[in-house]
């Protein structure tokens, strides 16, 4: 049963853009250190469209391994049409994924009748697989209707990850649509709406960037039924996770190289938004609010 904080991991480069494979068993030894649930990569937040496909094998091979099977660990494997996205998912299962998550085809997006005949041979591996709706533009949502008879015609499809706008209500929908065919709903969105999603039966959350520990911490305490302690230190990460959904990519390596858990903040996106002097002293400030609730292994430094 996958369930809780199942933090995304970043993709560290140097400044040159090369893959930095130290920081990235750094970036995975804080997330043990933080108490994570599970991890996810190369998803959205791990700039996954910017690897080459030997890179991508090459980032799941060095999870799979770094990881050694201390928490569950989900390969995404999403590709352009049906043939890429096995190869992707053979490789995973060599890597010792614990289970597989794919988006439908993106770029060039497929029929529905397509997108079900892909996650129907997906299904086929010996894994738990993770259908992750994604928005458009390089999602292909899905409605709550589609992905509860994908629940219902495949036994490895057990999990949806939740993304599309209204987030929380789709998250009621599949459920109260659901025979028994699905396992857990995560959500996304940088985990801003994890206290709602939680109320709404989520099983958990994938977060990204350099506030995991903290977000496992509101996660742990929902779950130990200290529901107000919970909404006070969500609300005391609000703010910064806000910054995350305008800035994405360069808040998280910002938040990740201050801690010292990423030797450079550099991104391949191209579409990437830096962070001015102003969002800088904002983000600053901000982290001070959440700092006592942060492991001491990685302050801000």
């Known amino acids: 049963m996958l369930a809780g904080i199942f933090q995304i991991l970043q993709t560290p480069f140097d400044e040159r853009g090369a893959i930095d494979w130290n920081s990235?068993?750094?970036?995975i030894e804080y997330c043990i250190a933080a108490g994570v649930h599970g991890m996810v990569l190369p998803a959205l937040a791990s700039?996954?469209?910017t690897l080459s496909d030997a890179e991508r094998k090459q980032v799941v091979a060095f999870a799979g391994e770094h990881i050694a099977g201390r928490v569950p660990f989900v390969a995404s494997v999403q590709g352009l049409n049906e043939h890429i996205a096995l190869d992707f998912a053979h490789q995973a299962c060599d890597s010792d994924a614990t289970a597989l998550m794919a988006m439908?085809?993106?770029?060039?997006?497929?029929?529905?009748?397509?997108?079900?005949?892909?996650?129907?041979q997906l299904a086929g591996f010996d894994r738990p697989l993770i259908i992750q709706n994604a928005?458009?533009?390089?999602?292909?949502p899905l409605s709550p209707r589609e992905l509860a008879d994908l629940l219902a015609a495949e036994a490895n499809i057990q999990y949806i990850k939740e993304e599309t706008i209204?987030?929380?209500?789709?998250?009621?929908q599949i459920l109260e649509l659901d025979a028994g065919d699905c396992l857990g709903v995560f959500g996304g969105a940088n985990g801003i709406?994890?206290?709602?999603e939680l109320k709404r039966g989520a099983c958990g959350n994938m977060p990204a960037g350099g506030m995991v520990d903290v977000q496992v911490k509101i996660y742990n305490l929902y779950r130990a039924g200290e529901i107000e302690r919970a909404e006070s230190l969500n609300f005391q990460l609000l703010p910064l996770l806000n910054y995350a959904?305008?800035?994405?990519?360069?808040?998280h390596k910002y938040v990740l190289w201050r801690r010292g858990v990423i030797d450079s903040p550099h991104a391949r996106d191209p579409q990437k938004l830096g962070l001015d002097a102003n969002d800088i002293a904002a983000v600053e400030a901000l982290w001070q609010r959440i700092a006592a609730h942060a492991i001491p292994e990685f302050p801000f430094r």
């Open 47 to 49: 700039e996954f469209f």
């Open 193 to 196: 709406y994890l206290i709602d």
């Open 104 to 120: 439908p085809p993106y770029l060039r997006k497929a029929p529905k009748a397509e997108v079900q005949a892909y996650y129907r």
């Open 24 to 27: 990235f068993a750094r970036q």
């Open 166 to 172: 209204p987030i929380l209500q789709h998250i009621s």
């Open 245 to 251: 959904m305008v800035y994405g990519v360069s808040l």
């Open 135 to 140: 928005p458009a533009p390089i999602g292909t």
